[in-house]
């Protein structure tokens, strides 16, 4: 005991001079933020700039250095060579630019993860220590090579199971959950660590089952290439894509708290400005939705809007009269299409051809020579006629993708002529009111129109002499200032009416990506990818042109009716041979006992199951119960309202979740709220809204479980949950972290074996 205490203490320093270093760096960004903002937007442009660039470097750091605050040191390595390396979530340098804390992802710190007894690479000893907040509580030893350790580590024990760090890992992992995810930092594993660092380059698909850490690697691979990659990936920035905006609530702490702030987050509903998708549909019409033959309807849809004229149109300039030649509409639509550039842009080339046609016909009729400058006077002449400007925007209009496409599901005429590929009932699903929300499946449409019809010159000129006006606005004000003000002259109108401009919020480089539309990101991250339809590929790709990506996933939990069951189908026609693929094997989350029913059940169902390995058994895990249908709803409240008693003792807290079909949930909430877990319960209203998963009791949909861990989740009716799905129940069964009851009235599926009741 002595020697353990002894242990404490010399950790206890040591992390306590890491803290007062971090706490020193803190107040001196502090202080140099505060010293650049004082100065305020004054001085030239060049010294605005620098004043700002430098304002953003403290700013990012600070909020670097104060997001680690938790578990700042949980590793430490003794070296062959006597060296001894902490390691943590940042590197931290003493003020002589000593090592004094290992960045985890400095490849100098890669041994703590992947040394062995069998491959040391150098390691005598690996320590994870353990703290609470800044206190060290314990210390967790390997002893990897005997030999050199010789009698002074004789305390040190040889982790078993080929778990590193097996104590400080089982201890995370029995630990309550909390309504944000943790990360794993400190307990990585060795297979989870060679994905966390393979190549930027190219598409790592990486395959695993529930429980395996997938979310947690995508995260940290996310953070260890911003930190490898840096120079790169912070000018384009880095875009993770998850399922819902309550999965992205979920990890949202996850980056900042391993040292990154800057990566863009979205959801595929999300991902084209402007357009907020909210809307619901049936699974049959989003399967419809998802399909690859949409590419070929919507370009044919655009191309329907360029049409030649059956009769000529005859227009009257003053006095003169031009005609509208159908030959000529469809000569100026040919030549525009041979430059392959987009619908708008190609437009502008359509119609100075036509504008072109037309004042020569014009000329003839002049009987004189006209100077050039004269032309161009009788171009603009009948650019500005209205007759003129309806007859060519019959021929080529300008178009909005939300215009496109909506026109596609509002109008069956326009379906029914760019859709042949779709059957006359899959056309009639599509139709809806033109009042009708977006949905998460139209995303993926507008963009693939929005790259065909690419921008609106029209629009662009409009925005153009909005900006002039504007400029002139703000020239006016700074006039009006400076003549009240009694100006000096030594400031001009322009040079104020430029502070005025520069004196708004500064956009990150996250903000502008996800703003932009044609932004192209250096890496993007997708976590559930198996729920993306074949559209929703194309719509990513476009934002990843060098196809570096990390996409994690698994295809035995697929959903979604147009999503993956097969990474080799799905991707092999989008990415061909660049990318691979890398599996975990291993389940950390759910109990033996659970994980091995949910794998029956999968296998029976058909799913692809990926074959795993638990790391753990929790006694008890497993309890099914069988009630009359009446009794199904009250029975779920008392096992709910058990656990949660059981879980509130518990110093680490804890989260309960009745996971139904979307019908039961109403009932679930106004039971629970009767037995007076009305101050426990998610307050989202029943049946919409994002779940608060800071709630103790979370009421949700298999599907809304996606991502998700809960220590106890109570599933009712798992047949009707069948009915919908089998990856549906694979995922609500797979998400407990200690115990998962079942509740039914109808008999288990087939394959659903429970120990007990």
Do not use: C
Not at 213 to 221: D, E, F, N, P, W
Not at 354 to 370: E, F, I, K, N, T
Not at 528 to 549: F, G, I, K, Y
């Amino acid at each position: 005991m002595a020697g353990i205490e002894s242990e404490l203490r010399d950790e206890q320093q040591t992390v306590d001079e890491l803290y007062a270093r971090l706490d020193t760096l803190r107040e001196q960004t502090r202080e140099r933020l505060a010293a650049v903002r004082r100065h305020g937007p004054s001085g030239s442009p060049q010294n605005r700039s620098e004043r700002d660039a430098f304002a953003t470097l403290y700013e990012d750091r600070l909020a670097q250095l104060e997001a680690v605050e938790d578990r700042l040191a949980f590793g430490r390595l003794d070296l062959s060579d006597g060296a001894r390396r902490y390691i943590g979530r940042i590197g931290l340098t003493d003020t002589d630019h000593a090592s004094l804390l290992t960045d985890w992802r400095a490849p100098a710190a890669q041994a703590f993860y992947r040394a062995t007894a069998a491959q040391p690479d150098g390691v005598v000893r690996r320590r994870h220590l353990v703290t609470r907040g800044r206190s060290v509580t314990g210390v967790e030893d390997e002893v990897l090579d005997l030999d050199q350790l010789g009698e002074d580590g004789a305390d040190g024990t040889v982790s078993a199971a080929g778990l590193s760090g097996e104590g400080a890992l089982l201890a995370s992992l029995a630990a309550g959950r909390t309504g944000r995810m943790a990360d794993i930092v400190a307990t990585i594993q060795a297979e989870q660590d060679a994905i966390i660092r393979s190549d930027l380059q190219g598409s790592l698909v990486v395959q695993g089952g529930p429980g395996t850490g997938k979310t947690a690697v995508a995260l940290h691979r996310a953070a260890y290439l911003l930190y490898a990659h840096r120079r790169m990936l912070e000018r384009s920035g880095v875009l993770l894509v998850g399922p819902s905006r309550t999965f992205l609530r979920y990890i949202d702490q996850v980056l900042p708290s391993l040292g990154e702030t800057g990566v863009v987050t979205s959801t595929i509903a999300e991902l084209f400005p402007g357009v907020v998708a909210t809307g619901s549909e049936p699974d049959v019409v989003t399967e419809i939705k998802g399909r690859s033959v949409w590419t070929r309807i919507i370009e044919r849809a655009v191309r329907q809007r360029e049409r030649v004229p059956r009769e000529a149109t005859s227009i009257s300039v003053d006095g003169r009269t031009v005609v509208v030649e159908p030959s000529d509409v469809a000569s100026a639509i040919a030549r525009a299409r041979r430059g392959h550039r987009p619908h708008n842009q190609a437009r502008s080339a359509f119609v100075r051809d036509m504008l072109s046609r037309l004042a020569d016909q014009y000329v003839a009729q002049l009987g004189w020579p006209v100077a050039p400058d004269d032309r161009a006077e009788i171009v603009e002449e009948l650019r500005t006629t209205r007759e003129v400007r309806i007859a060519l925007n019959l021929a080529w209009m300008p178009l909005t993708p939300q215009g496109l496409v909506q026109d596609l599901f509002t109008k069956p005429y326009r379906l029914d002529a760019a859709a042949p590929e779709l059957s006359r009932r899959e056309r009639g699903l599509l139709q809806r009111s033109p009042d009708a929300p977006w949905t998460a499946a139209d995303v993926p449409l507008l963009d693939e129109a929005a790259e065909l019809l690419g921008e609106d010159d029209q629009a662009a000129r409009a925005q153009a002499r909005a900006d002039a006006a504007r400029r002139e606005s703000e020239l006016e004000y700074a006039r009006r200032v400076l003549q009240s003000s009694g100006g000096d002259g030594l400031v001009s109108a322009e040079m104020l009416a430029d502070r005025f401009a520069s004196s708004g919020p500064r956009l990150t480089t996250a903000e502008r990506a996800a703003a932009d539309r044609t932004w192209t990101y250096g890496h993007v991250v997708v976590d559930e990818a198996q729920e993306l339809s074949s559209m929703a590929w194309r719509m990513l790709l476009r934002r990843v042109p060098t196809r570096s990506m990390t996409i994690v996933g698994d295809v035995a939990q697929t959903s979604s009716p147009a999503g993956a069951h097969s990474w080799t189908a799905m991707l092999d026609p989008l990415l061909r041979s660049s990318w691979r693929l890398s599996e975990l094997t291993v389940n950390y989350r759910t109990p033996a006992e659970v994980a091995d029913a949910a794998q029956r059940m999968a296998t029976v169902a058909g799913l692809p199951v990926s074959p795993l390995t638990s790391a753990r058994d929790v006694a008890g895990a497993l309890l099914s119960e069988q009630v009359a249908p009446d009794d199904l709803v009250a029975a779920a409240v008392r096992h709910a309202q058990e656990w949660l008693t059981g879980l509130d003792a518990d110093a680490g807290g804890g989260r309960v979740a009745v996971v139904a079909p979307a019908a039961l949930l109403p009932d679930v909430r106004a039971a629970a709220q009767e037995a007076g877990l009305g101050a426990a319960l998610d307050p989202r209203a029943a049946g919409g809204g994002a779940a608060n998963l800071d709630a103790p009791l979370s009421l949700l949909t298999p599907r809304e479980t996606k991502g998700l861990e809960f220590d106890v989740v109570v599933l009712l009716e798992p047949d009707q949950v069948l009915a919908g799905g089998a990856g549906d129940l694979y995922v609500a069964m797979t998400r407990p972290t200690q115990a998962l009851r079942i509740v039914h009235s109808r008999e288990l599926p087939t394959g659903l074996v429970t120990p007990g009741t």
